[in-house]
Structures are given as C-alpha cells and as structure tokens.
C-alpha cells in the first residue's frame, strides 16, 4: 500500500468519458478542493489537508493526466488545456454532491484552478493561487537570461516528439531537478514521498509534457479572449508566491491586481514547495480565505 492522507478515503472517480481522477476524501462541511502541482500528486497536501478536514470536506484529486489518474492520449491540444482540466474538477465536485466550493492550487494546479475561477465563477466560492502568476503573464515576464528558470517551459512547449524522448531517458533526474532545487529546506520532501513523486511521473511523461504543451498554445488564446473580453475572477482570492518577481523583475502583485475584484496578495519566505515546507502558515492562509 501506498502513501495516503491521514484519514482519508481515496477513490477514482468518473468525470468524463474515458477519465478518472484519483481523489482523496475527508472532513465534513462545504467543499474545499485542493489541487497539487509539478512534479507532485495530491500526496504534496499530506500536511495540510487533515488540518483543514477539522473544519471543511477536503478534496485532493490527481490531476488528469498526473499521479493515479487517467493519462489520456493527447488527440488534440485541448486534451490538457487548462479549460479541459478545469472542467474536470467541477464535474469531480458534481459527482461528490457539491454545487459550490472553494478551489485552491498550487503550480499547475493554479493554472488549473485560475482556468476554473474564470470559466466557472457560479461553482467556485474561493480562489486560492500559490506560487504562479497567469500563463499569459508568465510568458511575458520571462525574458533574457533570467528565462533559464524556467528551461522547462519551453522544452516541453516543443512540438511532440523531442520533449517526449529526452525527458522519458533521464525522467528522474529530470524531475528530480525540481525537487531538489524548487525547495529551501532539505526535509520538506522526505525520501519516501520524493520516490512516489518520481515513480508517478515517470509514468505521466507524455502527458505532463501536452500539459505543459498546452500552456504555449491553447491556454494563452483562452487567457487573452479572457483579457480582451474583459472577464476577471469575481469570488476573494488569495495568492501565495515566493519574492521571484522581485528576483526576475517584475511586480508580481501588480500583475494579479487586473484578474481579480477581490485580491489578497502575499510573499512567502518558504521557497516553492510551500505546502510542504510551510504547511501551518498555508493552512491558515487557505482558512483565512475561505472565511472571507
């Protein structure tokens, strides 16, 4: 058996077609669904999702195409757009009997979870971002040499084939690289949890890159249609993020201030698995949000 949440249920749940989402279940009251990042599953919230179970029905699914869920074939790139991967949370929601609930992500769990925010502003009742600003955004902040941080992003922006084959020769010390480098502190990631990270994504190699593919192409035609349609994220929101617009140049709150009516915007000194590496100080935040 596996690594699990402490009290609670994991399960796969139908949410389209052919798709399962692995979740983990616990708690009682309104709904709160977390969403993890890359290279992690759910297991990133093993800290904080039993805090919150004391106060909310807490949710912690794979996503698609991550950790014990379905990896369907990329047969277009809106397979792992982030409208796609949106629409599964919301029909993940719908089949556990909720109507609304508060929705937090971290990395591309944001990504997905601002995708929801704005396509589903009747479902979501919180919006919690940690860590990322708005693809749109981030390609037009990475620029010269300080874009070598993110060298993944466009090696996996490459047309399928390439990205595929070097990555699946190398996967684990391709994200192992993230592991050991996102972090601040030595034992935010033990040995154990690090394995099942590596070992799940070895596994996901194709679908992690048309995830991240899907960044480049389909998820930045949806921002800007969002942008000249004048849309924003109406519920309260509450980002998370390291001090690396600092670093690269930019001001990271200002960029969130035109997506959001509702914003509360915080640095934090832990570096960028900080649900791992601060957990106490992100659930709090998390149930600061969600009594808004």
């Given amino acids: 058996m596996g690594i699990t949440l402490p009290g609670f249920t994991t399960r796969s749940i139908g949410v389209a077609d052919g798709i399962e989402l692995n979740a983990a279940v616990g708690g009682e009251g309104p709904a709160l669904v977390l969403l993890h990042g890359f290279p992690q599953t759910h297991l990133m919230w093993r800290h904080v999702a039993p805090a919150l179970a004391a106060h909310r029905t807490v949710v912690c699914p794979d996503l698609r195409g991550y950790g014990a869920s379905s990896k369907p074939v990329p047969v277009s790139e809106d397979t792992y757009a982030k409208r796609t991967m949106a629409a599964d949370i919301v029909r993940l929601a719908d089949a556990l009997g909720f109507d609304r609930f508060a929705l937090v992500g971290h990395d591309r769990g944001a990504h997905v979870a601002f995708r929801a925010g704005l396509d589903h502003p009747d479902r979501i009742t919180h919006l919690g971002i940690l860590d990322i600003v708005p693809t749109l955004d981030t390609w037009n902040v990475l620029r010269g040499v300080h874009a070598a941080v993110g060298f993944h992003l466009y090696l996996m922006a490459q047309p399928p084939g390439l990205p595929e084959r070097m990555i699946s020769r190398s996967a684990d010390a391709f994200f192992g690289h993230f592991l050991d480098t996102w972090s601040t502190g030595s034992d935010a990631i033990p040995p154990d949890v690090r394995a099942e990270y590596l070992r799940a994504c070895r596994g996901a190699v194709a679908s992690i890159v048309a995830d991240y593919r899907a960044t480049a192409t389909v998820d930045i035609a949806h921002d800007q249609a969002d942008v000249d349609a004048g849309n924003r994220l109406t519920m309260p929101v509450t980002v998370v993020q390291q001090d690396w617009g600092g670093q690269l140049g930019f001001d990271a709150a200002a960029i969130w201030r035109p997506w959001a009516t509702d914003l509360r ?20 935040l998390i149930l600061d949000l969600v009594r808004r």
């Fill in 265 to 284: 915007h915080f640095t934090t000194e832990a570096g960028h698995f900080m649900a791992e590496e601060a957990p106490e100080d992100i659930a709090a």
